[in-house]
Nanobody, 123 residues
Framework: EVQLMESGGGLVQAGGSLRLSCTAS????????IGWFRQAPGKEREGVSC????????FYRDSAEGRFTVSSDNAQNTVFLQMTSLKPEDTAVYSC????????????????WGQGTQVTVSS
């Protein structure tokens, strides 16, 4: 059984930082891309960052560029999303997802999803 489990969400003041973790089990980690998506109340889900585990290439949406950093610890099957300079508009449920190929912003390409973790940024 494939499982993705996020952790690290919470409440932080604007300008603060959080690090999210996504630990995968039950899949060949090196063969997947892990994406981070977020969904705020009343808004559509959007991808914010992604890493191709095999070659470690990373991708960021404009909203995350320069503030978020995605990385992986392949020995632990874990992907991290370091978020800095957080803004109230970053408030959302953040989920990680696994795609059996390369990074894409299309959520339909991701086969497996975590349950999500809430990030709340206060002004």
């Amino acid at each position: 059984e494939v499982q993705l489990m996020e952790s690290g969400g919470g409440l932080v003041q604007a300008g603060g930082s959080l690090r999210l973790s996504c630990t995968a089990s039950g899949l060949p980690f090196d063969d997947y891309a892990i994406g981070w998506f977020r969904q705020a109340p009343g808004k559509e889900r959007e991808g914010v960052s992604c890493i191709n585990i095999g070659d470690q290439t990373t991708f960021y949406r404009d909203s995350a560029e320069g503030r978020f950093t995605v990385s992986s610890d392949n020995a632990q099957n874990t992907v991290f999303l370091q978020m800095t300079s957080l803004k109230p508009e970053d408030t959302a449920v953040y989920s990680c997802a696994a795609a059996p190929s390369f990074c894409t912003w299309s959520s339909h390409e991701y086969y497996y999803w975590g349950q999500g973790t809430q990030v709340t940024v206060s002004s």
